[in-house]
């Protein structure tokens, strides 16, 4: 880092280390101080090691329930909570979306958001208040823009933020099978200063070989540097010949660095649906009936964390080990405890070793520790929607497009 203009070496290092404990917010009102702090507040090493010592310091990224939408303009206003790990409210963020009300919340990444209209995808830093619209998909007019599924994640390899949009093209003739092309929008943080691309993104020769859902939310995994979808089995047949009806697919993912798409199986062990005939299909030695099925975030691998029907308390976690060969390993089997109405129903927003962030439809998070089974609770304000959210850790990078782009 360089040297900066303090009074002596120590006390130099003294006030780094004093800041780097400090929020992002804090730190961009000291930007101000003098032309050194901002200096040493803006520097690439600052901030990765503010990153780092705010990683041990989650907060979560809820949608309010409330929002006004504009129709002639086609503008909606909505309001997001920020909230501490205790469930205490922190600050409010007013975003402005174009397309209708924002539809999906992505899984974070290295702690900038991505979230999306009916028309339109975002990023977004909460900790900088700074916003950015990307453009349409390859080929995609921002007025006849058809639904499209997104996928999200930073690349360490490469120092890149990613956007993957799957969309679809619907059917030419009675006889031409559809088509789910990819469009991969790339914002990179090694540059100096910091910018996207200057395109509409890149779409890519490998199309996705099956429909996937836009509901279950994609993850990313940083140690394949992979996006991971959960395939919809029933609509096989809409999709290019080449796939088959393979009720052991599980899922569709893009290697980001390789611009290629692959599936993945179920694991070896699992009762699967047969989509074809309806009944459970057995695929082991040890079969699980399944209830449903969540693939976990913030994680070097991708994990999938299963409710089996025959064990109704419990989450078997599972970890794809090798993705070319669908090989998963069976990692831990974690109590669930019962909300306060005796049911279990809600989604894993993240997944670590020693942590499981699992949300409920009742205004409750529970942090679980799958190491010794111990768990808490916390509540959350009334008018939040409780499985509308995601976790973060701040970063002090400030978005920004090229002049030749446009964007909000």
């Not at 993945?264 to 459970?280: A, F, T």
């Not at 989604?347 to 529970?366: F, G, H, T």
Request: proline residues 7%; positive net charge; hydrophobic residues 40%.
């Amino acid at each position: 880092m360089e040297q900066l203009s303090f009074s002596t070496p120590s006390s130099r290092i003294c006030i780094i280390s004093i800041l780097l404990d400090l929020p992002a917010k804090s730190l961009l009102r000291f930007k101000c101080v003098s032309k050194a702090w901002h200096r040493l507040i803006s520097h690439p090493k600052f901030q990765e090691k503010h990153y780092a010592r705010r990683a041990s310091v989650p907060r979560f990224f809820f949608q309010c329930s409330d929002f006004d939408y504009d129709q002639s303009s086609g503008t909606a206003r909505q309001r997001f909570a920020i909230l501490n790990s205790a469930g205490v409210p922190l600050d409010v963020l007013r975003v402005n979306a174009v397309g209708g009300p924002i539809k999906l919340v992505l899984l974070s990444s290295r702690g900038l958001l991505c979230f999306a209209t009916e028309t339109c995808v975002y990023l977004c830093n909460t900790a900088t208040r700074s916003l950015i619209q990307l453009p349409p998909p390859h080929g995609v007019d921002r007025q006849g823009n058809p639904l499209t599924i997104s996928g999200f994640g930073y690349m360490e390899s490469a120092g890149e933020y990613k956007v993957a949009r799957v969309v679809h093209k619907p059917w030419l003739g009675d006889h031409s099978p559809c088509k789910l092309e990819c469009s991969v929008f790339t914002y990179s943080v090694s540059a100096q200063p910091p910018a996207a691309a200057a395109n509409d993104g890149k779409l890519l020769a490998d199309t996705c070989p099956y429909f996937v859902n836009e509901v279950s939310l994609p993850v990313f995994a940083r140690g394949t540097e992979s996006i991971y979808w959960k395939i919809v089995q029933n609509r096989h047949c809409l999709c290019h010949s080449t796939a088959q009806a393979r009720p052991d697919v599980f899922l569709a993912y893009l290697d980001v660095k390789k611009e290629r798409f692959g599936v993945v199986r179920w694991p070896q062990g699992l009762r699967r649906p047969n989509p074809s005939v309806g009944d459970w299909r057995e695929a082991g030695e040890i079969p699980l009936r399944i209830m449903e099925s969540k693939l976990a975030g913030s994680v070097e691998k991708l994990s999938m964390i299963e409710t089996p029907e025959d064990l109704p308390l419990r989450l078997v976690v599972w970890l794809l080990t090798d993705q070319e060969n669908s090989h998963w390993v069976r990692q831990a089997v974690v109590s669930l405890p019962l909300f306060d109405d005796g049911t279990i129903l809600g989604e894993i927003k993240e997944y670590r070793s020693d942590l499981i962030i699992y949300s409920s439809p009742y205004k409750v998070i529970i942090f679980i520790n799958p190491e010794n089974g111990t768990f808490r609770k916390v509540r959350i304000p009334a008018n939040l929607r409780s499985l509308d959210f995601c976790t973060y850790t701040e970063n002090l990078l400030t978005l920004q497009l090229p002049p030749n782009q446009g964007g909000n």
